[in-house]
């Protein structure tokens, strides 16, 4: 089956800037919907930005004007930049794609394995 594999976490100063990728591989499939989200220590995973097959994009208030979601659908690959990280920015991160395969109804959701992101102060 499809898989997800994300890489570009790591330690980063307050102010600093990391570019995350996550690559789809495994099967033939059309990506639609691909996104991130974060899970920070005790709390709820949370949307942070999406973006559709055609490009529109939706971003968490709390990161808008900093990050930046795009894609590359022959390479079935989405990217966060993030800019001018915030300790609050601190979570593992993890790439979520809707993928349509061969044979296949509808869209199923694929998650990525979670990469690390750690913001100093």
């Known amino acids: 089956q499809v898989q997800l594999v994300e890489s570009g976490g790591g330690l980063v100063q307050a102010a600093g800037s990391l570019r995350l990728s996550c690559a789809a591989s495994?099967?033939?499939?059309?990506?639609?919907?691909m996104a991130w989200y974060r899970q920070a220590p005790g709390k709820q995973r949370e949307l942070v930005a999406r973006?559709?097959?055609?490009?529109?994009?939706n971003y968490a208030d709390s990161v808008k004007g900093r990050f930046t979601i795009s894609r590359d659908n022959a390479k079935n690959t989405v990217y966060l930049q993030m800019n001018s990280l915030k300790p609050e920015d601190t979570a593992v991160y993890y790439c979520?794609?809707?993928?349509?395969?061969?044979?296949?109804?509808?869209?199923?959701?694929?998650w990525g394995q979670g990469t690390l992101v750690t913001v100093s102060s």
């Open positions: 495994g099967t033939t499939f059309t990506a639609y919907g």
């Open positions: 973006i559709s097959r055609g490009g529109t994009t």
């Open positions: 979520y794609v809707d993928v349509l395969a061969p044979g296949t109804p509808s869209l199923l959701g694929i």
